[in-house]
């Protein structure tokens, strides 16, 4: 039998301002991402959405950005790699203690937006990243995209790492995605869960500009504010269960 994970950015509301349908997904995820109040989330949300992942049996991993408010992490900045690492473990130490008080323990970083983004391409930035998650926890499991910088750092420095694709993003031919600001509307949910399929089992994809290239699943993404974002995940773990693949949360399949 085929194992992937499905993850979602989660825990991004804040204040009076709600975004996503947080307990719905965890309903179909094995695994959460979750903003930790420095590009979204606040320590009312990141407590609610750790209770939420603990009753559904959800992996929980930290989702650090930029201190990025207005721009919702999505604007890249200009900082020092010291800068960066004081940023993760500040996140990280946030949110261990809400899963602390109810006896979880964090699975898994995956950056978010424009920090995530700026890791896969840069050496020195996903360097920095690395070293204040392994300063952290030793066996903490890092998300990232395939043939990137990030991954290749993660692997030379012999931490954990799951490769990441895509439900509601396109590919590019090099394994990375097309960011949007928004998710884009989903028009066929089917169609969407047998590309999740054949990511899966056959490890191959259609990119943005129609070409066939290999990718390689071991977690894959929806985002939370993606109009329909429930439905595609209920069509994909549906497409999964009739195809022979268990959604299961990471630290299950890498173990």
């Not at 999740?196 to 985002?223: F, Q």
Request: proline residues 4%; aromatic residues 6%; charged residues 25%.
């Amino acid at each position: 039998m085929y194992k992937v994970d499905i993850n979602c950015d989660m825990g991004e509301s804040f204040g009076l301002y709600e975004q996503g349908n947080d307990e719905e997904m965890m309903k179909y995820i094995s695994s959460a991402n979750i903003a930790c109040g420095f590009h979204a989330g606040d320590p009312h949300v990141m407590r609610k959405t750790v209770e939420l992942a603990k009753k559904y049996n959800v992996g929980i991993g930290v989702h650090p950005g930029f201190p990025d408010l207005l721009g919702f992490g999505r604007r890249a900045m200009a900082c020092t790699p010291s800068e960066i690492k004081d940023y993760i473990i500040y996140q990280m130490g946030a949110l261990r203690e809400f899963a602390n008080i109810f006896d979880v323990k964090l699975q898994h970083c995956k950056p978010h937006g424009a920090l995530y983004m700026r890791a896969m391409e840069d050496k020195q930035v996903a360097r920095a990243i690395l070293e204040a998650i392994h300063a952290v926890s030793k066996d903490m499991i890092v998300f990232a995209l395939n043939n990137s910088e990030f991954m290749e750092e993660a692997i030379k420095m012999g931490i954990p790492v799951a490769k990441e694709a895509y439900s509601d993003r396109e590919h590019t031919e090099n394994g990375s995605i097309i960011l949007t600001r928004k998710g884009s509307e989903i028009k066929d949910y089917a169609a969407m869960a047998d590309r999740v399929v054949r990511m899966i089992k056959d490890k191959k994809v259609i990119t943005h500009d129609g070409k066939e290239v290999s990718i390689e699943a071991d977690t894959i993404c929806i985002h939370g504010d993606t109009p329909g974002a429930p439905e595609l995940a209920k069509a994909i773990v549906e497409a999964c269960n009739k195809n022979d693949i268990q959604v299961l949360p990471i630290h299950e399949i890498l173990k």
